[in-house]
């Protein structure tokens, strides 16, 4: 294993020197998994081209931070990872202020893209022979040169609005005509806006814009708040998988700092990861359901969900965004009176999800549907860099539980679940076999859950300049976060990706030549995210009273109302 | 004469008065297979109220447009007077089997009008679904029919009716039974084969920019044909037990009506939305197969 993974390490690092041509500036080993190159951003292109292509390096993310203040430049990080040999790769390009490019990667890392794009509206880097290098995230009146993520900007700041700005969409190709989806549109539970270019019924090609949530939470992150409140933000980046991103956090700046959660807290993670796992695909079941007319599956699903998410309001006092993580572990502890409920309500859950598969699998019209639908060849999915079940159904065999093992999935090992067919029928056989396969696991953590602490007490503070990358694999796929430690009690720099993110990037491969009335379903089956509801808590003003109405009023009140008002 | 009016005020009423409590019925059974209570079988009835009180926005222009919806409800009343509920259809001396296929058909129209009209994409793409749906449903819903009208040796409704009736079941009406059944779930726009209204993909398709008292007027068309349709099938097909008092047949027609639509909301809730090319695919092979109840009807079986 050692020599395996030291012949890894030399081939990596001769692949960097190789490629860089001389330019290599730095080679550093921040953590055992993590291996950092910073070249000259001439030799950019051909150090990641050739990290895909000799190594089978899968593209992550990349990181745009404004360094002027540490060392008077920019830098641009492309993140990769060697899947099979459990390592990260960062390949960095200093950029001079004066001179803000560098070459894209997109032509050699089609996965690229996005990334690129977002720190060329972020921090103002551009990149170099992009193939579209339109505007991505900022708001379409946002005006031009003003970057965001700069140091220098204000997180506050609000440029005036213009309600005439647009976005700039290609046209239609000849013959065909435009299909407008969204940005507002029933079965998008956020707002995204799909032109659809069709030739009647049939898709022949589309645009999109997106990003109309941006929330800026990265800049909240490391202009506001500090690393013990930012659990608690990345938690609310997603209505679904909340503990995800304050796991995935959490685990970027232990790594960065040196910290060891201590097991029983990397136990209870696991366990909770799992539950998220399984309310999330559920959820997605349901969700598929309605996509195609068949409120049942919908109604069902919900209603087997539903006792999960008691469950979690059992563990933490809250269905969804439960407050447990912080740096170091976690701030409370797993209830040992919830663990016979737990085995009892997920042994149910087991019951009917079984019933659901066996119904579901038989259905010759949900077949017609879904199957043959949404294509994804394997080789697509890899070059966009497509994760989580949407890449397992296409056949790649890539899931951050096993190839970047955390929290305690080096002990609790979770079988992955792949398809070759890689159209909506796989993916929708990936998640049932994910659903069973994460109640067996919350089953065995219980089992072999060791007493101690929760949390790791920290005594000095955490030293700045450090790089932590951390993976989390979130029932939509893989969600990364990356943290720059800086000097003021919280990053310098902290980077999310959502796994969302590259799987949209898949979306107009997936719906090419189908048909309408076939993309609403294969957008379903990427499980794009959205938020979920909580319990209504209400306060007298007067009195500050606090009354909590329970599921059971609340209950009451929705069919009291409908009776009464009709 | 004046039992011509009232006959014909009876079927109208039948059909405008009853086809939301029908409507209501469905929707508890669908609730109740989704695990929920539902609304009160009255909701269709303030759905109704509610849309006619509200304001009249209108999106395309013209006489033509204005009138659509009133038109269409029209056409579906004009169709319960074809059709025998119970008694003899009031105005069966205007017109026979071939006549009711086209009054069966101009509501269909009609909507696929108004979706045209409307100035929308989703509007459009639904429209072109709606007749696609229409043109590959028809030829099952006539063939099914023909083979009714073979039998008695009539095109008159009445005719089969009474020969239904006095013979009993054979092999050709069955078959043909089954397939007027299946035109039935989809012209009533019930799932597997509600494509052209598509909410997930289309919004609503051809009434997608339908609101108000105009909405209201489509939805009670459409509540009303699947009542009359669902008539159709149960006097043509399953007339039996036939005792020749009218108000006891009236209401054994009514309750064997809604037998009927549950099984049509039965199949609503089981199953997802097929593609337009799809379904076309499953009506072609349902007229073919109704052909052979032609065969049947030819040898007398």
Redesign the interface.
Known sequence: MSTEHERTLAAVHQVAAERSNGSLLCATQPHSDTLHFVVDRSAMRAVTGGLVDHLGARFLISVGTDRRPLSGDFGVLHIFSLDRDHLYVLVESPIPADDLRIDSITPVVPGAAWAEREFQDAVGVRAEGHPDPRRLLLPDDWPEGLYPLRRDFPYNFRPPADDAARPKLAGAPAGA????MGPF???LEEPSYWRLFVE??RIVGCDTRLFYNHRGIEKLGDSVLTYSAIPHLAERICGICGFIHSTCYCQAVEKAAGIEAPRRARYIRTIMLELERIHSHLLWLGIA?????????L??TW?IREPVMWLCEAICGNRKTYGMNTVGGLRRDLPDSVRPELLRVLAEVEKEVVAVREAVAG?S??H??TQGVGTLSEETARSICVVGPPARASGVAIDARIDHPYAAYDEIRPRIVTEEAGDVWARVVVRLGELAESIRLVGEGLSSIPDGPVCAEIKDEIPPGKIGVSVVEAPRGEAIHFVLTGGDNRPYRWRVRAPTYPNLQALPAAIRDG??????ITLGSLDPCFSCTERVETIDRRTKAVRVFSRAELLKMC?AR??GG? | MVWLLLGCLLNVAIALLLSPLYEGLLRKMRAAIHSRVGPPVTQPYWDLLKLLGKEDLRSGGGMAYAALPALTLASVLLLATLTPMGAAAPLAFAGDMIVVLYVAGMSAVLIMLSGMTSGSPYGSVGSSREMMMALSVEPALAVSLAVGALKAGTLALGGMVDFQAQNGPSVSMSIAGLAFFLALQAQSGKLPFDIAEADQELMGGPLVEQSGPRLALFRWALWAKQLVLAFLLVEVFLPWPRLGIPVVDLLASGLKVLGVLLLVALIDVVNPRLRIDQAMGYFMRVGLASVSALAFAVIGR
């Open positions: 005509s435009v299909f407008p549109f029933p079965v009647g019924e359901g309605h996509i195609l007319g068949f409120e049942t599956v109604m069902q209603r259905d019209a949900l017609a549907r048909n309408i009335a076939d993309t609403p069919r409908a009776k009709g």
